[in-house]
């Protein structure tokens, strides 16, 4: 026999030998409508919702968006399926359902956000992405959200928070969520826009200015002493107000710890403005890592940078979700009592760390009706009692207070995060801003490229502002003075202590809502999941909401409902948690429907406006 022909023949058998035994494997098969490892669902219009299938365990080569119709009865039907790269974790839809919003889990080596075309939603189109920078560890992006502007007719804006693990070498485990604002065409005609990323000390493009006298006060080498970010992000329509929440600070100097550095004052003291200086360009403590952070949008468009259009207020409570001014089982939250031994004056402190957060008005593409919430002004009547369009929800990640109660002794009360606050006054706080811009607009001789000479023109608290604002906002419920400590009013709407079923457990809120009856007949709702640390657990879960009323109390005075009182429906199902939207078919009849992320399964709740238990059907 030839040489030659010899040696193909035993390639070729050898390469089928191979072939048909181990040796090489077989390519994954491509989802199609298979169901795997759903991680996100989402409604885009009133007669249908979207479901996110990640095939996070490669057992396929792609994933997929399922879109399901919604039937007058509730019934579902698979209606189209559009191939996606494998991996996604998490998906929204604007309020008209024609753009599509795709993250991608933090096994990908970039951050990459990708924009689809769902104006033809039985043929929509990938048609944009866009890359977010990296800290250096493995990111992915949460909490994403879309809004469109009165004032810019041809843009969807899209947001979002960047989530850093660490490397698996351990390196870079101490960076903070960030969040992100990005702008794209209605007709995806020109490529997406980042705006801005509420971020400090991360070298993050268009983010937060350096506080010169930082490391001077600490004679260090180091610029950046410490880094921040903020999370929990919603839009307030309104008033045209991008809103986030502070993470506290870490990394450097401050290690794994959070908020070791920078040094704050006392909290009671520095809201009661009694005993501490304004900042100085000496020093100035940077108040922004623990406050409520506003980016004024217009200023934004009017080419302003992130520092001159973002004005924060600093968030400060007790225990029980007090805040100062206000008067706690009947003990005034002020600074004249800084030395009762007391827990509600014990445990004021200020405060960061947030799930999610939701403005009461926010538009949901799955409903047709009006909006939810009316158009009533802020005052001390009902800044306790009352949801309106200058409200919004936002839920706390971790403990209310410096000293830990958060035990399953009779003296645990604050549970192990996850309250529900409502926080009123949006329309002072915009009034507040206003005045500070105009301010700002006729100053001469400020530095917008250092915070401690932007502080007074940023921080809205008892004296750094530049104008005194106190006359403008909202009285507390404390007898002593002064009578207020800033524009908005916080109060627990929901906890988990003093609930059995939450007294061992640890619980997220990654979603809020609002479920509409039409009539101006509105519910909150979410689902809570069970949550360690830095991940959301894949055990149990709840939809939940609270219907309850409350008669006054020196606990919660001024409120309408019983936070300690929640509802919650435990879902059938414990073995992998659910994940939830509504949707409207018939005006003022939502229907919730949730799918378990192991198990595939898609549950239909019905809801009433005055029965908060869910039922499925």
Known sequence: MDKTCFFFRSSYLITLALTTSCGLRQLPPPIGNNMSFPGAIVADTTSSFLLLNTSANDDYSDGSIHRYAVDIFGNISLSSVFSVKSHGTELTTSSDGKLVALSFDDSKSDTELQFLNYSNSAFPLISQSITLPSTGGKQTIKRLGTFTRTADANNYYVYGTIITSANLDGTFANIPPRTFLTKVKKDFSSAPQLLFILSYGLNDPLSLVKQSTASDSLKSSISIPYTFGFEAPTYDSTHDLFIAFPT?????????????????PEPLSYFGNSNYTQCTTIRCPDFRAVSLAAVLLTNI???????????????GWNQNGIPYAAKSNGIDIVA????????????????????????A????????????????????????GTIT????????????????KSDNSSSGKTGYGGEIFLINGLDVLNANINSINTARNAASNLNTNDFSSLAPYQLIDPYNTVTNL???????????????AGPLTF?????????????????????????????????????????NVSTWGLDSSWLGNNFKTITPSNTFPGTTN????????????????????????????PKVFCVNFLTSEITKYNVSSTNSVFTPF
């Open 491 to 531: 109060y627990m709407y929901s906890r988990t202590s003093n609930i059995d079923l939450f007294k061992n457990i640890n619980s997220a809120v990654p979603k809020m809502s609002v479920l509409n009856f039409g009539g101006s007949t509105c519910r909150p709702y979410w689902y809570r999941m069970t949550a």
């Open 562 to 589: 019983d936070p300690t009182a929640p509802d919650y429906y435990s879902f059938p199902s414990a073995s992998g948690a659910q994940l939830c939207t509504d949707v409207s078919f018939v005006s003022g009849t």
């Open 248 to 264: 506290g600070t870490m990394g450097n100097l401050a290690g794994s710890s959070i908020n070791s550095f920078p040094v704050l």
């Open 361 to 384: 008005n926010s538009v949901n593409a799955g409903t047709s009706a009006a909006t939810c919430y009316p158009s009533t002004a802020t005052i001390t009547g009902n800044q306790y």
């Open 336 to 359: 004249s009592n800084i030395n009762l031994k007391e827990d509600d004056i014990k445990s004021f402190s200020f405060q960061n760390r947030f799930w999610s957060s939701y403005w």
């Open 301 to 315: 468009d009017a080419n302003k940078t992130i520092n001159e259009s973002t004005f924060f207020v600093p968030l």
């Open 470 to 484: 106190n006359a403008n906002w909202l009285l507390g419920s404390a007898s002593g003075t002064p009578k207020n």
């Open 389 to 404: 369009d200058n409200s919004l929800f936002v839920v706390k990640n971790g403990t209310n207070a410096t000293i830990n």
